[in-house]
């Protein structure tokens, strides 16, 4: 198992930075990056970023923002402003909203990444079918994505079960952010599970990684094992 030096990002879910700083200290800004959610930033705030950024550690900041098109463009351009190296916006919002969000990385001469979320990797074609989505998973990944990939996104979030068609359908410098990630096949709440193995078998650009580090017996343990499948 080849896993390229970066490719990791690993997802910080705590409530201060005390904590997620045990975990930092952990890790090699040289072999992984972070990914600052919704607890942590709304615990901390935007300082939370300029102490990771200290740490020498690149960060995808996962707000998934979800707005009408001019709050969503507004927040945007304040988010570019952050300097995160990726960041993203929840493509459920729609294209008008979508469109506005490439707006503001276009207007600001960001280079933060700009990726949509599709459908969260915790639901199930079940899960659509009762909040009223006629089509399942595929079809709804595969639609938002390419609307995605019309507004000249970057990429997309989606479950590793997504993406060899995604890469087949919209390229593959199209680029897929897959969280749902485990060690060994076990689901938690995520229902759209896969393993690390199979994630790079699938050619996904990013594994997102979470529990899997923060909630591990023995922290230290889990990421020197992880660190071994690093070239
Ligand atoms: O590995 P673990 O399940 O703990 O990682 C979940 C992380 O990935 C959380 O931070 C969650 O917000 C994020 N995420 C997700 N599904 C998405 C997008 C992000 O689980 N579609």
């Known amino acids: 198992m080849k896993v390229q030096p970066k490719?990791?990002?690993?997802?910080?879910?705590?409530?201060?930075?005390n904590q997620a700083e045990?975990?930092?200290n952990l890790l090699n800004p040289d072999k992984f990056r972070i990914k600052v959610g919704k607890q942590l930033f709304s615990a901390e705030g935007p300082k939370i970023l300029e102490k990771i950024h200290k740490l020498g550690f690149e960060i995808f900041l996962d707000l998934k923002i979800h707005d009408i098109p001019n709050t969503v463009y507004k927040s945007l351009l304040n988010i570019f402003n952050l300097k995160v190296w990726m960041t993203n916006?929840?493509?459920?919002?729609?294209?008008?909203?979508i469109q506005a969000a490439k707006q503001a990385q276009t207007?600001?001469?960001s280079n933060s990444i700009l990726v949509?979320?599709?459908?969260l990797t915790s639901l199930n074609d079940e899960h659509l079918k009762k909040i009223g989505f006629q089509d399942g998973v595929k079809t709804i990944v595969s639609k938002l994505s390419s609307l995605a990939k019309e507004a000249l996104l970057d990429g997309v979030v989606c479950s590793v079960e997504e993406v060899k068609n995604l890469k087949k359908t919209l390229g593959d410098n199209f680029l897929t952010v897959t969280p749902g990630i485990r060690i060994e096949a076990k689901k938690g709440?995520?229902?759209?599970?896969?393993?690390?193995e199979t994630a790079l078998e699938n050619k996904t650009d990013f594994i997102v990684?979470?529990?899997?580090?923060t909630h591990a017996k023995d922290s230290s343990k889990m990421i020197n094992k992880i660190e071994s499948y690093i070239i």
């Open 7 to 17: 490719q990791i990002l690993v997802a910080l879910d705590y409530d201060s930075f």
């Open 22 to 24: 045990r975990i930092c």
């Open 89 to 97: 916006i929840h493509l459920l919002g729609g294209q008008e909203m």
């Open 107 to 109: 207007e600001s001469k």
């Open 116 to 119: 949509g979320v599709t459908i």
């Open 189 to 196: 709440d995520q229902n759209r599970v896969a393993t690390i």
């Open 209 to 213: 990684l979470g529990r899997e580090i």
